[in-house]
């Protein structure tokens, strides 16, 4: 085999004579940024947000198995195999969203657009005929020490039965910074999501490292009284501040807020769940910029991106070419847009579109996290409290 670049991805194609040409595609491609989880001993995360297996021309391959390695000094370091039930299942399940426009709808956040290419079609199973493709999304992985790189195999066979390969590969590379940031929000604020495996955030390509923010009172709950109201939440009408010098790319403040978005007394989980899938799927028939509610996006140096999302109704301070220095109040945090109670999403990425960009790893120099005694800038983790440094 040789190794081929595609529109910028990386991937290898099984080029064996006769055999059929199966591709490996990652969206995003080249990279994966890993995420610390316990300095001490090692650990790291990795996700491997969207793996495409795509058949462009030539007869159908059928998907026997799928091999996902971490390698090291040329070695592989750990194997995980996502077998063919596996794969049945996600071809059934992107095929039936597929069908029922909900992949063109959430494309920002399946991005299948983006991770099988143009002109190819979703595959109602693991065979694959001409154009079409398998999507494999959100493949975890726990890395113990240095790991340069994360290589997916698929092996399958043609429509004669002879053995199909096909590689690809991604880089894993630590994220460096060319800014200091420093926390958007003053005071102990608790981390209600974070990259951590278990948060929503971590599973879509834009907010793969966004952060969640809001307050808690004495009694460790985010409101007082029964949260009926917005002004009851510890963290409503803070001041959200510029994270690092910038200039300020877009700014929007004309969504409103409603006391009818938060939970009712009684209301069960399963009625406010269904009651804010139906408010979002509003929100997105005015159009994909609408969940966000009010916002603002900063460009910082290197071509980094800090957006500030969910801010309070009139409480947007700046303007699109505006320059503002680190610490400076951009607006306040608020409720407005596809959210559930308010809080302050914050998330840095490497372009200014906060729905088609790529999330970028952040740490903050000004925060102490309250009972862990742990040196120096760290990566944030969901459910810690921390405080920022004068």
Request: no cysteine; glycine share 12%.
């Amino acid at each position: 085999m040789r190794r081929i670049p595609l529109l910028g991805l990386s991937l290898f194609l099984s080029l064996t004579p006769g055999l059929a040409a199966l591709e490996v595609r990652f969206h995003p491609a080249g990279v994966v940024y890993p995420y610390e989880v316990d300095p001490g001993r090692g650990l790291s995360t990795v996700v491997l947000q969207n793996i495409a297996f795509v058949q462009r021309d030539g007869g159908p391959v059928t998907l026997e198995s799928v091999e996902i390695q971490a390698r090291a000094g040329g070695e592989v370091t750990q194997t995980q195999i996502v077998p063919a039930a596996a794969l049945d299942a996600s071809a059934q399940q992107m095929s039936a969203m597929d069908a029922a426009g909900l992949l063109k709808l959430y494309d920002f956040h399946f991005q299948t657009s983006r991770s099988l290419g143009e002109g190819i079609k979703v595959s109602p199973s693991r065979t694959l005929a001409a154009g079409t493709g398998l999507l494999v999304g959100g493949r975890a992985l726990m890395l113990a020490g240095p790991t340069e790189e994360i290589a997916v195999v698929a092996h399958g066979r043609d429509a004669a039965g002879r053995p199909v390969e096909a590689r690809g590969s991604l880089r894993v590379r630590e994220h460096r910074s060319p800014n200091e940031y420093h926390f958007p929000l003053a005071g102990t604020l608790y981390v209600g999501a974070a990259p951590s495996l278990h948060s929503h955030h971590r599973w879509a390509v834009p907010q793969e490292f966004a952060l969640d923010l809001v307050a808690l009172g004495g009694a460790g709950r985010t409101h007082r009284g029964a949260g009926e109201t917005l002004d009851e939440y510890y963290a409503y009408g803070r001041d959200v501040l510029a994270a690092a010098d910038g200039v300020v790319v877009e700014a929007s403040g004309d969504a409103t807020e409603s006391n009818d978005r938060l939970r009712k007394p009684g209301e069960s989980a399963a009625d406010y769940q269904k009651r804010t899938v139906a408010e979002q799927n509003k929100l997105l028939a005015q159009g994909l910029r609408a969940p966000l509610g009010n916002y603002v996006i900063l460009r910082h140096a290197g071509g980094e991106f800090s957006q500030y999302v969910h801010l309070k109704q009139g409480s947007v301070r700046v303007h699109a070419g505006d320059t503002v220095r680190r610490g400076q109040v951009i607006g306040q945090l608020g409720q407005t847009g596809n959210s559930t109670e308010p809080h302050l999403h914050f998330q840095v990425t490497d372009g200014p579109d906060p729905l088609y960009s790529r999330g970028l790893p952040v740490v903050f120099q000004n925060v102490l996290v309250e009972g862990l005694d742990l040196e120096g800038p760290r990566p944030l983790q969901t459910g810690w409290i921390v405080t920022t440094k004068e």
